[in-house]
């Protein structure tokens, strides 16, 4: 029975939230847990294993490009939406979203935590979110067309199905596009407003030269880690052999049906390396140790994260014993309570 005052539809809503909520974190945990049981824990110790301190600091240094390209590229799109910030605390802020999305449920609660601090901080919570959405909209949409170059040029499990998959997308692009120009025409004019309103953002989102720019090098930086992960799980591979099935995975690691980061992406790992003449304990344990170097990466953001709690609880201590200070300065009879004279 719902709640009295609690809208009929409400409960089966929040039941809905919930169960997509969970639906994330289960299906990742499934997909580990058939991966253990197929494979052994053999190629997951084997991945942490062959890493070592020039490697983690390897990944350090590489967190640190992409990162600041990722503000760069948060930066631009937020400016364009007018919710402009400082490069230095985008950084900041990115560094804190990447962390929490390597280790909280389904990849994206950081980029929700990001965009709502954001709009708080700009006064427009829903600008904030919407420049989020652009933003990481944009590197989804530049590794994707950068996965079906390399898929095209290079040799790999799915060549076969690239051509399909980019006339798929190039027509779905189109569709897209000419709807947009019919509603335009056609709908009430406020929901027209709302077409040209999201068609100006989708440009300067998606098709600023700086996102491309800063979307291409952060792309390349992910590349360039699971390139580390091979070498450090003793893959051997030339970058050619490699980068085709690096492009898949990182596709994968993007569902966001995954624990920390973890699942979609070791089990694809293990189907494209068996796929491509490996084995599949490889592919898993060189997803695995991708997944340690990503988390090594963001690391600092656990401390931005902590930085701006201390400061937070520091401004709410503030502002508890701030009016009961200026309580002991009322005047009574010429003297106030603190023992000064009245001037």
Do not use: K
């Not at 076969?160 to 897209?176: D, E, H, S, Y």
């Not at 027209?192 to 999201?198: K, L, N, Q, S």
């Not at 390396?273 to 140790?289: C, L, M, R, S, W």
Request: aromatic residues 4%.
């Amino acid at each position: 029975m719902a709640h009295p005052g609690t809208a009929a539809g409400e409960v089966p809503r929040d039941r809905h939230r919930r169960a997509w909520a969970a639906a994330g974190p289960v299906g990742g945990a499934l997909v580990l847990a058939v991966l253990v049981w197929l494979l052994g824990t053999g190629p997951f110790l084997a991945g942490v294993r062959g890493l070592r301190p020039g490697t983690l600091l390897a990944a350090v240094a590489v967190g640190a490009v992409t990162t600041v390209c990722s503000a760069w590229r948060w930066r631009v799109v937020a400016r364009a939406l007018g919710a402009g910030l400082a490069l230095p605390a985008a950084t900041a802020a990115y560094y804190g979203s990447q962390f929490l999305n390597c280790t909280l449920p389904g990849g994206v609660l950081g980029d929700l935590h990001r965009g709502l601090r954001h709009g708080a901080d700009c006064g427009d919570p829903v600008r904030g979110v919407r420049a989020v959405a652009w933003e990481r909209t944009a590197g989804q949409l530049v590794l994707a067309v950068l996965a079906l170059g390399v898929l095209l040029a290079l040799p790999s499990p799915v060549q076969g199905a690239v051509p399909v998959l980019a006339a798929v997308a190039a027509g779905a692009a189109v569709a897209v596009a000419a709807t947009g120009r019919v509603a335009v025409r056609w709908v009430p004019a406020g929901l027209a407003r709302a077409v040209r309103t999201v068609a100006g953002e989708a440009r300067a989102g998606l098709l600023a030269p700086a996102v491309l720019t800063s979307s291409a090098l952060v792309c390349a930086g992910h590349l360039g880690l699971f390139l580390l992960a091979a070498g450090a799980a003793g893959v051997p591979g030339s970058p050619a052999r490699l980068l085709p099935l690096a492009v898949v995975v990182l596709i994968a690691a993007a569902i966001p049906f995954n624990v920390g980061g973890w699942g979609p992406r070791e089990g694809v790992a293990a189907w494209v390396f068996a796929a491509a003449g490996y084995t599949a304990a490889e592919g898993a344990a060189v997803a695995t140790a991708f997944g340690v170097l990503t988390l090594v990466s963001v690391l600092p953001g656990a401390v931005v994260l902590l930085v701006h709690r201390r400061r937070r609880r520091s401004a709410e201590r503030s502002a508890r014993t701030g009016p009961s200070v200026q309580g002991h300065h009322v005047v009574h009879g010429g003297v106030r309570e603190d023992g000064a004279a009245r001037g």
